[in-house]
């Protein structure tokens, strides 16, 4: 059974940049469907960016040009580079995959991915 575990949350100040890293171990995935969500207190989880099976990245609007998500298939690793971090993005953060391939539209739906990380905390403060 894969396991999915992340790293690299932390706190920083308005304009600094966090990569968060979701390792996958346990078994290996190929042309799969991978995202990243987050969800801040009180607040329903969130999509962010995700990598579909047919297509480039594609992100939120709010991360727009800020963050990158890439992926080293060779290490099992998921990325989300996060640039220019504003206090509204502070939230836990997971990362997702699932073996099933999945198109842009479904890369952003929760619904999509039967596998999860146990999340880690970005703050962002001044």
């Known amino acids: 059974q894969v396991h999915l575990s992340e790293s690299g949350g932390g706190s920083v100040q308005p304009g600094g940049s966090l990569r968060l890293s979701c390792v996958a171990s346990?078994?290996?995935?190929?042309?799969?469907?991978m995202g990243w969500f987050r969800q801040a207190p009180g607040q329903e989880r969130e999509w962010v960016a995700g990598?579909?099976?047919?297509?480039?990245?594609t992100y939120a609007e709010s991360v727009k040009g800020r963050f990158t998500i890439s992926e080293d298939s060779a290490e099992s690793t998921l990325y989300l580079e996060m640039n220019d971090l504003k206090p509204e993005d502070t939230a836990t953060y997971y990362c997702?995959?699932?073996?099933?391939?999945?198109?842009?539209?479904?890369?952003?739906?929760?619904?999509?991915?039967?596998?999860w990380g146990q999340g880690t905390r970005v703050t962002v403060s001044s």
């Open positions: 997702a995959r699932d073996y099933d391939p999945c198109s842009t539209p479904w890369v952003r739906r929760a619904t999509s991915y039967k596998n």
């Open positions: 346990g078994d290996t995935f190929h042309n799969d469907c």
């Open positions: 990598i579909p099976s047919d297509d480039d990245a």
